[in-house]
């Protein structure tokens, strides 16, 4: 893949607070061409800076592009919108959590690459792991920040090899232009934006403990969150 192909001009990613860097997005499209990955669930859209790029190589290379986020904020969202506007990409307003199970259901025989810009943290990881090892057509899961979660412990149970940026076998070249381009677009002064890692199925930790406190911590959030609709239900009607 030609790395001129994707453009990076086309957006200013200073006006995108953030969004993905560059070479994290160039990384995961070359995560879905070596992987021959058929569909793209992208969760976390905010303004559409990584989403534009990813979906324009989805749609050149005919690979369907599910995008989901909550829309709290409507100036974000009609933001992202306009910026997406010739790109063709599912949107899907709702929680994580309780969509995707839906998605990966409904396309069980196409192969799945999911970029997990939010939620973040030990339940998205939990969740992540979960699918993965449930689901035969998810062959990858890729996180943003990951290496920011320093005082996750959990994360080291869960996954017995982790891949980053330097797992990437990409040319000397590519690799000049990527912190070329990195450099040019930074939107604040750090030493290294490639905070991100992927996992593949085999780089699951398939123990006995890791399933356990993955299964624990998603069901104890799924009974928190219906308990909390339905006192926010109660609440409206005593309030009617």
Known sequence: MNI????????NRKKFPGSLDPSEIYSFICLLKKNNIDLVIESGRQYGYSTYFIGKY????NIKFYSIDVCFNKNINL???????RIKVKYIDGNFFFVIKKILDRFRY?????LVDGPKGTRAFCFCYSHLINYNNLKLVFFDNFLDQSNNLFKNFLFKKKNYFGDLKYSLKIRK???FINSKHRIKAVINDND??????NDLNLSYFSLFFCNLNIFYYLIKEKISKVKKKFKFLTNY
């Open 4 to 11: 001129n192909s994707l453009s990076f001009k086309d957006l």
């Open 58 to 61: 989805c749609n050149i290379n």
């Open 79 to 85: 933001k992202s919108i306009k910026t997406l506007s």
């Open 110 to 114: 196409k192969k799945i690459a999911l």
């Open 177 to 179: 232009e990527l912190i």
């Open 196 to 201: 991100f890692a992927f996992f593949l199925k």
